[in-house]
């Protein structure tokens, strides 16, 4: 098992390669977004907010880094036609695609199961499971044709154990983990994209601050920590690798 506290990809060890994030207008997607640039990746930036998209691509440029894309649309509304005009989009301005960066996600709040009305069920698994699927899907060609394709779909603790007034949350991101698992049974790593989860655990990020609102910030892992498993899961460090799930609570600390 890799020491992801130690791990160190080299500066170009994205270098060519076109990185989707979703999720990429702030907290842990932003950072991502900007790692991945730094470390050589062209990032292709998805996300409701068209100027904290905006934000974040100046950012890159700023930085040096490949030039991005950016697209701006809400998980929980596209329709299977505007997901796959993401993949076009991808296939007409950059030529090829290497990896998926799950990271969006959608929370609207705890509830008991008796209280939780349909459409909180529907904003969880639309943005947390069906969007992710059938974007994957739309990209699946691209990902092919890239030879060393990898999707790595964020998990949240929630999904891994079943808690009371979690609710629909909870149950949308164990679907999602469910998903992973099936897609890395039924692709070959050889010739399909790998597929693989990570469960930051507790971290610093917006998410973070809606289930948790009295929690002092401080006391959590930032962002930044969490980095070296993205740039090895996208990465051709990782090739081969697939049907994994990396709980990154084992290895994270707070940092003085």
């Known amino acids: ?21 979703t999720g990429a207008s702030q907290g842990v997607g932003k950072e991502a977004a900007l790692c991945l640039a730094k470390h050589g990746a062209t990032v292709v930036l998805l996300g409701r907010h068209v100027k904290k998209l905006e934000a974040v691509y100046d950012a890159i440029e700023a930085n040096g880094g490949p030039k991005p894309a950016a697209v701006a649309i809400d998980l929980e509304r596209a329709t299977e036609a505007e997901l796959a005009n993401v993949a076009t989009q991808i296939q007409s301005q950059l030529g090829r695609l290497d990896g998926i960066l799950h990271n969006a996600s959608a929370f609207v ?51 891994l154990k079943a808690s009371p007034y979690w609710g629909s949350f909870s149950i949308s991101r164990a679907a999602a983990m469910f998903y992973a698992q099936i897609a890395a049974s039924e692709w070959d790593a050889a010739h399909d994209p790998r597929v693989n989860i990570v469960v930051p655990g ?55």
């Open 109 to 159: 709040g705890l509830f008991p199961l008796e209280q939780e009305p349909m459409e909180y069920f529907m904003t969880h698994l639309r943005v947390n499971v069906v969007a992710p699927a059938a974007l994957t899907r739309a990209c699946l060609p691209l990902l092919r044709a890239s030879g060393d394709g990898s999707v790595v779909l964020v998990g949240e603790s929630h999904g």
């Open 1 to 21: 098992m890799i020491d992801f506290r130690t791990y160190q990809p080299t500066a170009d060890a994205l270098k060519d390669r076109v990185i989707l994030v």
């Open 202 to 256: 507790p971290i610093h990020c917006p998410q973070r601050t809606k289930t948790h609102p009295g929690e002092v910030r401080e006391s959590l892992p930032q962002p930044a920590q969490l980095m070296p498993i993205y740039l090895y899961l996208l990465g051709a460090d990782s090739k081969g690798v697939t049907g994994q799930t990396f709980q990154c609570a084992e290895w994270l600390t707070v940092q003085a």
